[in-house]
């Protein structure tokens, strides 16, 4: 009988598998060989098919050790560690059509295709089209469609949609209505010019005009056939089914199966709706209260987001497109920058963390600032999550403080340890923590409208890079693209990710609040930093920051600048019928007895969705009011004063 490989052995092989290394002394740290918190979330999900040993993330900080992460495993092998383990297991719903939940950061979208933020759009989605040349015109659109329908059928999220009251449910495989058309424009004999104008009509259209799961599909798909056999694929796709690492498995899965007829992906033993069920058992848990209780405790410390100046107040501004900048850093810089990150001990994405906000430092006056992450967060609870189409994704609010004279490698590594520990405790979502700050502050503005996400690893952790050619769409050039994003709540964002070894540079922003030319400086600057740290040395000298740790006092126009919303009404019993009707269906939807009419909704347990319900409710009984004057006005007295011209 051959013995079965020692755990020591099994995570090294796994470690060098992910890492692209041949072999993994003990005393090596994930990080110091190159892992991040993405690959992290792949190794769990490896350690937990090949070990049958169940980790959470708090076990798997990037800076743990070999020899560390084998003990733990063993350890938990034997059932001999006290320390929290993920407190949830995914099992298959005995109805996979029943509708379920919707997810934290998945309600803050539904909400804000109902106009209840400032700063919200329609539809939360993502455009983009990509560069195709050595295009078969004949067969691309049939093979894409049929493509597209076994992927459907494969990923029962591209079936989903979201109901009146903010739960979601999946179609059946056979519903006529579950699969996107695609629709072709074939412009192979158009003369250049028109071509060009043609796409860019359709890029407007598609961005501005995303797919809402709410009234159809989530996914709306267009093939522009041009001359010479070029062609470009426009893809359009809401934020309520498919976050960063979906689009990734999106693409690959749906090439694959346009290059082979007969191509079969392996099956999905659970669904979205499986997880999403199991993680909304989470707050019934011991772990869930402890990381709850961890957030809590910090939160009257939360510095102001960086009060960056604007030219226009945000409840004001009525956007209906996200402003864009891109820029790539070239794979020999890009390499030279992971190579320094290395060295210091600190992730790609920590180190451009730490360059975005020293930019946003300079620009705001301060040192200070609350900034919001935006994470891929699936819990390893099963091998096949990776694998999974779904918003998965949430937030996580960083409160940053840059230390002043400090260098760019001790600024790097506060961050870098500011982030593990805050995804140590990652079973409360950020959108969870922004709402208790929000009634803690007295506002139901956005507390952190400031974003960073990285994708960076994302290719390394997924085992494989999205294909470049696909049978009759000819090559695929990912790096040939143009996208476009619109998510509610957000006034700058920048993003992250690499293609074919290159760093991809987004700023993706709403252009009506920022002066151009000071938006215009900060992307430069960012960029910038990110191609002098490349260069060694350049982490080891002072970093220039501005004097003043928290926002200077100012009249101006500023990021985070929201007063507290003090309520004017007299408290007491509900004065009219109106005022009854609607502390009736409270009472009803909040599970209580006896309301005020001046208590705030959102102070007696309420939330942005309930609200959404609420008014559902209350509309049903001819009472109508916007969700967003709702959120600004969250009393019985309030809501019946705004409901009376409808009566």
């Known amino acids: ?154 990923q029962p999220t591209l079936r989903a949609r979201v109901l009146p009251e ?149 409840r004001e501004v009525r956007p209906q497109l996200m402003g864009t900048r891109q820029t790539t850093v070239d794979a020999e810089t890009w390499a030279a920058f992971r190579k320094q990150c290395t060295a210091h001990g600190v992730t790609p994405s920590a180190a451009m963390f730490t360059a975005y906000a020293i930019v946003l430092a300079r620009q705001a006056g301060h040192r200070h600032m609350l900034l919001n992450s935006l994470q891929l967060n699936r819990l390893p609870l099963h091998p096949d999550v990776h694998r999974i189409v779904g918003a998965f994704a949430s937030t996580m609010l960083i409160p940053v403080e840059l230390a002043e004279g400090a260098t760019f490698a001790g600024l790097a590594a506060d961050n870098q340890r500011r982030f593990s520990e805050s995804a140590a405790h990652n079973l409360i979502s950020g959108v969870e923590v922004s709402r208790e700050l929000g009634r803690r502050r007295g506002t139901h503005r956005p507390v952190a409208p400031i974003v960073f996400q990285s994708t960076l690893g994302m290719d390394a952790a997924m085992g494989e890079r999205v294909p470049d050619t696909a049978g009759p769409l000819g090559r695929i050039d990912m790096a040939d693209h143009h996208q476009q994003l619109r998510t509610p709540q957000v006034a700058l964002e920048v993003r992250m990710f690499e293609l074919r070894d290159e760093m991809f540079l987004v700023f993706s922003l709403v252009d009506e609040l920022f002066d151009t030319v000071a938006v215009d400086a900060m992307f430069r600057e960012l960029t910038g930093i990110a191609r002098t740290l490349a260069e060694p040395g350049s982490w080891d000298a002072p970093v220039t920051l501005p004097h003043a740790a928290d926002a200077p006092e100012s009249t101006d126009l500023r990021v985070g600048r929201y007063e507290r919303q003090d309520r004017t009404e007299e408290a007491g019993a509900p004065r009219t019928d109106l005022e009854r009707t609607i502390a009736e269906v409270w009472e009803e939807m909040l599970a209580i007895s006896g309301v005020d009419r001046a208590a705030d909704f959102f102070a007696l347990g309420g939330d942005s969705l309930l609200a959404v319900r609420v008014l559902g409710k209350l509309a049903r009984d001819g009472i109508t009011v916007p969700v967003r004057d709702f959120l600004e006005t969250p009393t019985i007295a309030g809501l019946a004063a705004l409901a009376e011209p409808s009566r």
């Open 1 to 154: 009988m051959t013995a079965e490989p020692d755990i020591s052995t099994v995570l090294a092989e796994i470690w060098a598998e992910l890492l692209g290394l041949d072999e993994v002394a003990p005393e090596s740290s994930f990080l110091n060989l190159g892992g991040d918190s993405v690959l992290a979330v792949r190794m769990s999900a490896l350690v937990r098919r090949k070990l049958g040993v169940a980790l959470a993330l708090s076990d798997v900080r990037v800076e743990i050790t070999l020899a560390e992460l084998s003990d733990l495993v063993a350890r938990r092998s034997a059932g001999t560690s006290s320390d929290r383990a993920l407190p949830v297991e995914v099992t298959r719903r005995p109805d996979p059509l029943a509708p379920f939940p919707l997810l934290p950061l998945q309600q803050g979208y539904f909400v804000g295709q109902q106009d209840g933020w400032e700063l919200s759009y329609d539809s939360a989605h993502h455009y983009v089209d990509i560069g195709l040349t050595g295009v078969d015109p004949d067969e691309a659109p049939e093979a894409l469609q049929d493509a597209l329908r076994r992927l459907v059928q494969h």
């Open 166 to 314: 903010g739960r979601q449910h999946i179609l059946a495989a056979d519903d006529p209505d579950a699969v996107p058309t695609l629709q072709v424009i074939d412009l192979q004999d158009a003369p250049d010019e028109e071509a060009d104008a043609a796409v860019a009509a359709t890029r407007v259209q598609m961005s501005t005009n995303g797919p809402d799961p709410a009234r159809g599909p989530g996914v709306e798909m267009r093939l522009t056939l041009l001359p010479s056999d070029r062609a470009r694929l426009h893809t359009a796709v809401s934020l309520l089914i498919i976050d960063g690492w979906s689009s990734n498995v999106f693409y690959r899965d749906l090439f694959a199966l346009v290059a082979d007829w007969n191509a079969m992906l392996p099956p999905l033993e659970v669904d979205y709706g499986d997880y999403v069920t199991s993680v909304s058992t989470l707050p019934d848990t011991d772990a869930w209260e402890a990381d709850r209780d961890w957030w809590w405790d910090r939160l009257d410390d939360f510095p102001l987001p960086p009060a960056l100046p604007l030219v226009a107040e945000p």
